[in-house]
């Protein structure tokens, strides 16, 4: 019911204008079983529409994107009117304009749960999802990525670290650099590629699972820094004069 969601919300706002509407959202404190399977529904009906109060449905999977399949929402809008069919104009604007504040306000609440002590857990349960949000949503993309975490080619055994202090980290003009490949991090750290980084102490990320290869594809700057692929055939480096470093290949090779 609305009310239940209105109890355990993690966050709540209303707008106003020519639609209005208030939305109440949550993170479930246990991981669906089914989350990550491929004969999941990735637009689960984890959205709720209310009117005034009053339940419409739960087939609106527009209001939130597959990436934020995770978390549960109820929307009470004002002014739509019950008899209005999915196809009407008025309903397909009103979800449209549903899904961006509920998208922007989700996003927020990820940051700032970020700065808590309850990130760790969301992080070992919803890390997958918040690396899809970072390849899917465009106008969130570096936001979404700055909250990912991965291990680093100078510390492999150790936790892995945020984007955003990752990036923080870095000398003036260095760029992001990252290695992709299969296997665990201490593997990866030492691929031919990675030598010249470890021997000159520059640190690059290890992405290591599947969807990250895909993220790296879509994230080409990072706070006005280049996002380079150490492995990529042709990469050069500061310390090569100019000329590619001649294991790029063999990173390539194994990757």
């Known amino acids: 019911s609305l009310r239940q969601f209105l ?15 208030s939305v109440a959202m949550y993170v479930p404190t246990t991981c669906s079983f089914d989350l990550f ?11 709720r529409l209310f009117c005034r109060g009053v339940f419409v449905t739960d087939d609106c999977s527009e209001v939130c994107p597959s990436w934020l399949s995770f978390l549960q929402v109820a929307v009470s809008a004002d002014d739509l009117d019950l008899h209005v069919g999915r196809s009407g104009m008025q309903h397909r604007m009103l979800l449209s304009v549903i899904e961006k504040q509920v998208v922007q306000h989700a996003v927020a609440m990820l940051e700032a749960l970020s700065q808590t002590e309850k990130w760790d857990d969301f992080w070992s349960r919803y890390s997958r999802e918040l690396r899809l949000g970072a390849h899917d949503d465009e106008r969130h993309r570096e936001r979404l990525a700055r ?16 984007l955003k202090d990752f990036v923080e980290s870095l000398e003036a003009d260095v ?13 990866i750290s030492n691929l031919p590629c990675v030598e010249g980084l470890v021997a000159h102490g520059v640190n690059a990320l290890i992405f290591n699972e599947p969807i990250d290869a895909y993220v790296a594809l879509r994230l080409t700057q990072v706070s006005g820094r280049q996002v380079v692929n150490v492995g990529a055939v042709g990469t050069r480096f500061p310390w090569s004069q100019g000329e590619p470093d001649t294991s790029d290949k063999l990173c390539t090779a194994l990757q």
């Open 37 to 47: 399977s491929a004969t999941r529904d990735r637009h689960a009906r984890n959205t």
């Open 175 to 187: 760029p992001v650099y990252y290695v992709t490949g299969q296997g665990s991090a201490d593997q």
């Open 7 to 21: 109890e355990s919300r993690d966050d709540f706002f209303r707008v106003e204008g020519d639609f209005s509407f």
């Open 147 to 162: 909250l990912c975490a991965w291990k680093t080619v100078l510390r492999p055994n150790e936790s892995a670290v945020t």
